[in-house]
């Protein structure tokens, strides 16, 4: 074996509910799904040649991610935000994430950023530095690497109603923002992105609340078309052939 991976690599083997998860997950992110069809166990099972244990147990986890609704007969169905409550969220969490930025900065540029949360940054833009030797082109995990990003740039401010605040809304649009990177190019281009934000921050330029609002508007209209994208063929699916 030429390559070296950690322990963990091959102690943690994805198990048949992770497997599931990610083969409906994916199924979803790409409106496979025709909007309002029931997702049931024993379809979905069958699909992907397993029991129905491990496909109860990923509906479950996608239910408990918000990707999921209840199906009025039963079952599972869809979550399709509208346009409207994205915008919402959007909105609120740009607005969190510019005040927290901006007070970050203005606390280093007076010398009143306490050593631990300077730190902290610096251990940040450390992990993303390495991060970009090896990121995956598309994977709809990175959202939880990315949303902690988000949660520890926040951290900054020494907020935590802030910082608690900022986490409930990006668990509300989670299934939402996850459609940004199963698009190409998407997660080097965030990386990217985070570095700079974290440059500037870290040399207390104003530059920085820019960076981050741009950043983030960025995310927002890639993310809006490519969930209408998939709402179109959700829309447009052969409901007999659904899960």
Not at 110 to 123: F, N
Not at 194 to 208: K, M, N, R, T
Request: aromatic residues 6%; charged residues 30%.
């Amino acid at each position: 074996m030429t390559e070296s991976y950690p322990e963990a690599f091959y102690a943690v083997l994805p198990s048949s509910s992770d497997v599931a998860y990610r083969e409906i997950k994916s199924l979803i992110l790409t409106g496979e799904v025709p909007l309002g069809v029931q997702l049931g166990e024993r379809r979905i099972a069958e699909r992907l040649s397993m029991s129905r244990t491990p496909v109860r147990e990923a509906l479950l986890r996608l239910y408990a991610e918000r990707f999921l609704d209840r199906h009025p007969d039963g079952g599972y169905r869809v979550n399709h935000p509208t346009g409207r409550s994205t915008r919402e969220f959007y909105e609120l969490r740009k607005a969190l994430e510019l005040y927290s930025i901006r007070s970050t900065v203005e606390r280093l540029a007076a010398g009143e950023l306490p050593a631990a949360e300077l730190k902290g940054l610096r251990e940040l833009h450390a992990e993303w530095d390495v991060l970009k030797l090896d990121a995956p082109e598309v994977d709809p995990d990175f959202v939880l690497v990315d949303e902690d990003f988000h949660r520890r740039l926040a951290e900054a401010t020494g907020n935590a109603e802030l910082v608690d605040d900022l986490r409930r809304i990006c668990e509300r649009i989670r299934p939402v923002r996850t459609h940004d990177f199963v698009i190409e190019g998407r997660i080097q281009a965030t990386i990217a992105q985070h570095l700079g934000v974290l440059d500037a921050v870290l040399v207390a330029d104003p530059e920085a609340e820019g960076l981050l609002g741009r950043h983030i508007a960025e995310s927002q209209r890639l993310v809006e078309a490519a969930v209408g994208s998939a709402l179109e063929r959700m829309l447009n699916g052969n409901q007999e052939s659904a899960l």
